[in-house]
């Protein structure tokens, strides 16, 4: 009896021992920091010369008196609400497609999840070449068909479009789930199916899309949360400005900007943690939605 | 077996691996060679040009005494002023950094810069300076950054383009009604499109420089006090309105994409005939058209009498709070704007810099060639009308509010009043809101 006690005891040990790494990195650069954050959203702490308690004053510019914030909210949930559903579906096209069994499709696979491997300010200078409005290949590709280009990231109607566009290239690091997860799909499911006189697009529609529904779900978390923490693409290709009137201001380009700018850091705290909340919010909603819709093998329904 | 071999080796290889970054940090900081003091100094110079001339510099000062040794950090330009802030925050900054002169006071203010009036006390070095460059480093007074380099504003215009299309390429348009005229008889049209275009106001500069040019005013005065919904500014923008239909949306940006591209810049190959820019492009001009026959000039007047003002910038270099060797520090700053120093950079770099002498200097230094003199003796001659414009402390961030304004402005979405009305508007919101 004892021993069996301290054998366990000691599992117990030797899984805090191999996650301390972990523990200790969440403690002193996660868990302090935000703890912190969330005491200074109420002042106005600007790093170096001042942290008075200041009560709700942030939180009361950002709503009240801060145009630019609804503009950068504005901007954020735009990109988010387009962008998530083309690169998720268009992820998934993309996997069926790459899923078929004809010659060469290693080499296609290969090629459609390259752009994914190249991330980073590289592939926003190579965009911002691409969707030049004079000399781009994009708006010279669309001459080609008689379509007049839009000035991209010139137009404020365009920057986000032109952003969102650039995601679909990128969709390649999704595609790779999805592909995994449609040849975990049982083989079994579709003879039965094609014995009954299913078409391909049943065969999809029926089978492999509940049977991928956990790996959707767990892309559309991801991305959701990622898609709101949009910064780089916006800093990178409007030089850290926001791009015309306004219109690639993302949240975190905002927040950014009057903490590293303005150096109004208890303002920016402020910001981050009602970011923090709208994420937090979606995510519990996404994940009481789930069962309506995610399949898992096995499950009853 | 195998692998429970070699787990416990891959965790050693870790811990040495993670050893070995932790002790070259270290190591880093607390190196001290003898009884110097070494102090750390960040720059953001460090492509192949730029790093050897401040290398060189920074090895001068270290030879010529034996009391303090000076260790030059490149840092990005991207990451340099966040990291400073960070390590201010820290406490343990560096002893010097290169840093924005139109934010010093703005710095000074926030208590990250150190007031280096009782420096100055001391040793007054302040007339080695451009009045206006020197004024930007001031709050409530005191002088928070110590200026380093500058730059400005001036008109390059293609001399061949001038005498075929008839005109004197020694007499640059002196106002804004001559460069228009000029720009018509130097477009070539062709077609639907331009095989020269005389000039066009917004490639090279912003807007906001030729509201400053038009009635040498900021957006704020004296008092910090907006006033950007001025009549001289709904006048410029109007004039730029103009440019604007003139050569159309398209030939604009097919042109600006050219001038992005560097190399493709249509001001080399002729195909644009007068273009604003700061005198440090004569080196570019210098590597990509160096048979190009061009001439250099103020920016005309808006009318008579208004002023050829330009709009400059420039850097500082300043001490953080908290650095544990400011007297060291403010040596090596005296070293770094001195006139010795400043010639050199400003002759190795072709660079506008902020000490008079040297810069008076470089223009005449013989291994400076003719052509490049011409274009720095002018930068020189233009810092008369260069105004700078440093944030102001109330409201850093205020062109966040003014640039949507404008934009809208050029595409057409608003008209030029309600825009500037809008801009007025939520400046002065912002200043309320701040203080």
New interface residues.
């Given amino acids: 009896m004892r021993k069996k006690l301290n054998y366990k005891r000691m599992e117990g040990l030797q899984g805090y021992v191999f996650i301390l790494p972990w523990i200790v990195g969440f403690i002193a650069f996660t868990a302090g920091p935000l703890i912190f954050s969330f005491a200074a959203s109420f002042t106005n702490y600007?790093?170096?010369?001042q942290m008075d308690f200041i009560g709700f004053k942030n939180y009361e510019?950002l709503f009240t008196?801060d145009?630019?914030f609804w503009t950068s909210l504005y901007n954020t949930l735009y990109y988010v609400l387009f962008s998530i559903p083309l690169t998720t579906a268009g992820a998934i096209f993309l996997s069926a497609l790459l899923n078929q069994d004809v010659p060469g499709i290693r080499f296609f696979r290969t090629i459609y999840y390259l752009p994914a491997v190249l991330s980073g300010v590289g592939v926003y200078l190579l965009w911002m070449q691409l969707l030049?409005?004079?000399?781009?290949l994009v708006n010279t590709a669309l001459g080609w068909f008689g379509i007049p280009g839009p000035?991209w990231l010139?137009?404020?109607d365009w920057t986000k479009p032109a952003l969102i566009f650039m995601k679909m290239w990128s969709v390649g690091g999704g595609m790779l789930l999805y592909l995994a997860s449609m040849q975990g799909v049982s083989k079994s499911l579709y003879e039965a199916a094609k014995i009954d006189g299913a078409s391909s697009w049943q065969q999809f529609r029926f089978i492999t899309i509940p049977m991928i529904t956990p790996v959707i779900f767990f892309d559309i978390v991801t991305s959701l949360i990622g898609g709101f923490q949009i910064f780089q693409e916006a800093y990178v290709m409007s030089n850290g400005?926001?791009g015309?009137?306004?219109s690639m201001?993302f949240y975190n380009l905002y927040m950014w900007?009057?903490a590293?700018?303005?150096?109004d850091m208890g303002y920016a705290m402020a910001m981050s943690w009602i970011l923090f909340i709208i994420v937090f919010l979606i995510t519990i909603i996404n994940l009481k939605l789930a069962p309506r819709w995610v399949h898992y093998e096995g499950e009853e329904r | 077996m195998f692998r429970k071999k070699l787990m416990p080796l891959f965790f050693v290889l870790l811990l040495i691996l993670s050893g070995c970054a932790g002790f070259k940090t270290g190591d880093s900081k607390s190196a001290d060679s003898g009884d110097k003091v070494v102090i750390d100094f960040w720059s953001f110079w460090g492509s192949e040009i730029r790093r050897p001339v401040i290398d060189k510099i920074v090895a001068d000062f270290n030879e010529s005494q034996d009391k303090i040794e000076v260790k030059h950090t490149f840092v990005p330009w991207g990451d340099i002023w966040t990291k400073e802030l960070a390590a201010i925050a820290a406490k343990n900054p560096p002893d010097v950094v290169i840093n924005d002169i139109n934010a010093t006071a703005l710095r000074g203010q926030k208590n990250q810069a150190m007031n280096l009036s009782r420096f100055l006390e001391k040793d007054d070095i302040s007339d080695r300076f451009y009045e206006e460059l020197w004024n930007a480093t001031l709050y409530e007074g005191d002088s928070y950054g110590i200026p380093f380099n500058t730059d400005t504003r001036i008109l390059f215009y293609n001399k061949t383009a001038f005498k075929e299309a008839g005109l004197d390429p020694e007499k640059p348009p002196a106002t804004w009604e001559e460069l228009w005229e000029y720009a018509e008889k130097l477009d070539v049209k062709n077609g639907d499109t331009y095989d020269r275009i005389g000039f066009y106001p917004l490639w090279g500069v912003n807007s906001d420089v030729w509201m400053l040019n038009s009635d040498g005013k900021n957006f704020f005065d004296e008092d910090g006090v907006p006033i950007i919904d001025t009549e001289a500014n709904r006048e410029t923008l109007e004039w730029v309105m103009d440019w604007h239909e003139k050569y159309g949306a398209n030939t604009i940006n097919s042109y600006k994409s050219q001038i992005d591209s560097q190399q493709g810049n249509p001001f080399f190959n002729g195909k644009l005939a007068m273009y604003v820019n700061t005198p440090t492009f004569y080196t570019q001009i210098r590597d990509y058209a160096p048979d190009l026959d061009f001439g250099v000039a103020m920016l005309p007047e808006r009318e008579p009498g208004s002023g050829n003002t330009s709009w400059g910038g420039g850097f500082v270099a300043e001490i953080p709070q908290g650095s544990k060797h400011p007297e060291e520090a403010w040596e090596f700053i005296k070293h770094l704007t001195d006139v010795e120093a400043q010639e050199y950079w400003a002759v190795k770099n072709f660079d506008n810099v902020a000490n008079i002498k040297a810069a008076e200097n470089a223009a005449k230094n013989s291994e400076m060639p003719d052509k490049d003199k011409v274009v720095y003796q002018m930068a020189i001659d233009n810092m008369e009308n260069t105004l700078l414009t440093p944030v102001p402390v109330h409201a850093p961030d205020f062109m966040n509010l003014v640039n949507p304004e404008l934009d809208s402005i050029l595409l057409g979405k608003k008209s030029i009043e309600q825009g500037l009305k809008d801009a007025q508007q939520s400046l002065e919101k912002l200043i309320e809101k701040s203080k």
Avoid: H, M, R, W
């Avoid at chain 1, 600007?46 to 010369?49: E, G, K, L, P």
């Avoid at chain 1, 030049?132 to 781009?136: A, L, V």
């Avoid at chain 1, 590293?260 to 150096?263: C, I, Q, V």
């Fill in positions: 600007n790093i170096t010369s510019n008196a145009n630019l030049d409005p004079g000399t781009g000035n010139f137009d404020p400005e926001g015309p009137v306004n201001l900007k009057k590293f700018e303005s150096f």
